[in-house]
Each structure stands twice: as C-alpha cells, then as structure tokens.
C-alpha cells in the first residue's frame, strides 16, 4: 500500500509542475516548442441534469490520463487498462481504491477500445449510478473527438 501511495504522489507531483491555463495548454519536454512529443492539459467542467462533472484529460505520446470527478474534486478509484496483443482485447486492473466496481473500469475498457492507446482513469463517480455513469463518459468521449484523441471509425 505504501508503494501505490508514493506512486500516486509522484504522479500527482509531477502533474503539479506542468503550467496549465483554463482551456489547454501545451508543454514539450524540451520546453522550446520544437519536439514532437508534447504532453497537453485539457481541464473543463460540465452540468449534466443537475450534475457537475469536473473533467481533467492528459495526453502524452502513448496514454491518456482522464479524471472524472461528480461534484467535488476527489481523485476516487484510479484505473490501468490497454490493448492487449494479439487478440485486441482490452485488459483493465484497478490499481488505487480497493476492488474493481464496473463504473471506472468500464469506461477505461471503452476508452481504450476508442483511442487505441493506454489508458489511465481516475473516477469518483458514485456507485449503481448508471447514468451518471452514461452521461460523464459521453461528455469525456465528446471532448476527446473533439480533441482529436480518438480513432478514425473504420469503414
């Protein structure tokens, strides 16, 4: 349990020092605007039926780091999930917040399948809330089309 501790805290840390505006921001890792691998911050809250969900999404060159939170501003359950090779099924593991529920799970399994890369989800969204549940993971999908973050839908 300490080992997870101290990797969120790194993890968290390391998110601290990334400069982010309102909207997006985007930071290289050279920090002087010529490299291709750039990690972009993309922060925005939205009002579903009487629900704030607040949204944070993370891109680096290989993974998307989400975070949904319903009404406050708690970190919740963190999620792994990636393609697995070579029967491009998708493997998901809870690895903060005790036993896999099927909210943060599921849409981890389902961002994987849109995007086609890693995936790291962080979700408070409170159990048997299944439309909740629909609604947050619409607004997610929806900003990552429009973000560009998704696949092309095959033909």
């Not at 349990?1 to 982010?20: F, G, I, K, T, Y």
């Not at 920090?31 to 750039?38: L, Y």
């Not at 792994?80 to 005790?98: C, E």
């Given at each position: 349990?300490?080992?997870?501790?101290?990797?969120?805290?790194?993890?968290?840390?390391?998110?601290?020092?990334?400069?982010?505006?309102?909207?997006?921001?985007?930071?290289?890792?050279?920090?002087?605007?010529?490299?291709?691998?750039?990690?972009?911050?993309?922060?925005?809250?939205?009002?579903?039926?009487?629900?704030?969900?607040?949204?944070?999404?993370?891109?680096?060159?290989?993974?998307?780091?989400?975070?949904?939170?319903?009404?406050?501003?708690?970190?919740?359950?963190?999620?792994?999930?990636?393609?697995?090779?070579?029967?491009?099924?998708?493997?998901?593991?809870?690895?903060?917040?005790?036993?896999?529920?099927?909210?943060?799970?599921?849409?981890?399994?389902?961002?994987?399948?849109?995007?086609?890369?890693?995936?790291?989800?962080?979700?408070?969204?409170?159990?048997?809330?299944?439309?909740?549940?629909?609604?947050?993971?619409?607004?997610?999908?929806e900003k990552l089309i429009s973000l560009g973050y998704t696949r092309p839908k095959s033909s």
């Amino acid at each position: 349990m300490a080992d997870a501790a101290l990797a969120l805290n790194q993890v968290l840390s390391s998110v601290e020092r990334l400069e982010v505006d309102e909207n997006t921001k985007q930071e290289d890792a050279n920090g002087d605007g010529s490299s291709s691998s750039s990690v972009q911050v993309t922060c925005f809250t939205d009002l579903v039926d009487d629900v704030t969900f607040h949204f944070q999404i993370i891109r680096l060159a290989n993974q998307i780091y989400a975070w949904i939170g319903c009404n406050s501003s708690k970190l919740g359950r963190l999620y792994a999930a990636a393609p697995t090779r070579p029967s491009n099924s998708v493997s998901v593991s809870s690895i903060l917040g005790g036993v896999s529920d099927n909210t943060g799970a599921g849409i981890a399994r389902r961002l994987v399948l849109k995007t086609g890369l890693n995936v790291i989800v962080a979700c408070n969204i409170p159990k048997n809330s299944p439309m909740l549940e629909a609604n947050a993971e619409k607004k997610l999908v929806e900003k990552l089309i429009s973000l560009g973050y998704t696949r092309p839908k095959s033909s």
